[in-house]
């Protein structure tokens, strides 16, 4: 009978103790979300007698303070605007609202105060409204991805702040304006920046030419102006640069080419000059040079000859493999 009552005892403790590893607040919140989205399937799992660290979908606790730290609801049905407790999710790192667009309203204002955030996703949703200044707030992000909504306005000069971004997603929306000139100026790396698809106009900023762009650089899609060779040069380490479909008008024979670029599209632009022959040192698997105003042979060699003439047709008077041998 006392071994009986001790087992009895421990598989007690033990059932209590595991009904308490969900935070009594978080768990508040997360059924004030679920509630404010209006108790959808999608969200079924979120019980209250159930633990959200081990029975919710969509959440993840650290496994020491059982404190919220990740929320990524994606690819359901749910409707409405983003609500304001997400903001009340003090240990927050990841909040990710992917693919559901049902979704709008503006970037929630709450979202301030989560300052342990590293990863903000809020993409492939409805939003509208302009990005809001106090992103820049959010130190510890390292990945922010706003891209695939209706935003609109200027992309705000503080974004250049955040000391730790890894990667900056403003794509696909209808932003306007110029690219910011603090954009040459990060505080921490340069992130891989993608705004394409917008209707950003004007000229970059010559002060681009100090940053070293994480991997990628994609402008493509918008009204953008001038020059862009502020963005090459021997010693940068970006690997993939779309600037395609802008009304760019710069010379291509004076730009110095890394030889860590790996893509390089330029459709669709106002770019004159010649192909530069250091190309051919480039280990390019992506190259597109169609539809500008190029002009002179092909540099013979490395891996310009790989590609067809769809890379240069369309151009004033480019020649040599793959195109039409050039005139003596």
Avoid at 57 to 82: M, N, P, W
Avoid at 94 to 118: C, D, R
Avoid at 196 to 211: E, F
Wanted: aromatic letters at 8%.
């Amino acid at each position: 009978m006392k071994t009986l009552f001790h087992s009895l005892l421990i598989s007690t403790l033990f059932s209590l103790s595991f009904s308490e590893l969900c935070n009594p607040r978080d768990r508040t919140v997360l059924l004030q979300i679920k509630q404010d989205f209006g108790n959808p399937y999608l969200l079924a799992s979120w019980k209250s007698d159930t633990d959200c660290c081990k029975e919710w979908y969509q959440v993840k606790c650290d496994r020491t303070t059982h404190r919220i730290i990740s929320l990524t609801i994606f690819a359901g049905e749910l409707s409405g605007q983003i609500p304001p407790a997400v903001g009340d999710l003090p240990h927050l790192e990841t909040l990710m609202f992917h693919k559901l667009t049902n979704i709008t309203g503006p970037i929630q204002p709450t979202i301030a105060k989560l300052k342990n955030l590293k990863s903000l996703e809020l993409d492939r949703l409805n939003l509208t409204g302009s990005i809001p200044k106090f992103l820049s707030q959010l130190k510890n992000l390292t990945f922010l991805d706003l891209s695939f909504n209706s935003l609109s306005g200027s992309i705000p000069s503080s974004l250049s702040l955040l000391p730790n971004l890894d990667a900056l997603h403003l794509d696909r929306n209808r932003l306007t304006g110029s690219i910011p000139e603090s954009f040459g100026a990060f505080q921490g790396r340069a992130p891989a920046l993608y705004l394409s698809h917008n209707q950003i106009s004007g000229t970059i900023p010559a002060s681009l030419a100090n940053m070293d762009f994480n991997f990628e650089v994609d402008f493509s899609r918008n009204k953008l102006e001038g020059d862009a060779s502020m963005l090459f040069g021997p010693n940068k380490t970006t690997q993939f640069i779309d600037l395609s479909r802008n009304l760019l008008e710069f010379n291509l024979s004076k730009v110095e080419f890394s030889s860590s670029l790996a893509s390089l599209d330029l459709n669709h632009n106002k770019i004159y000059g010649s192909i530069p022959e250091e190309l051919t040192q480039v280990n390019l698997s992506s190259f597109n040079v169609s539809y500008n105003r190029l002009c002179g042979q092909i540099p013979n060699g490395g891996q310009l000859q790989k590609f067809d003439t769809t890379t240069y047709f369309h151009n004033r008077c480019l020649c040599g493999a793959p195109l039409k041998n050039c005139s003596k």
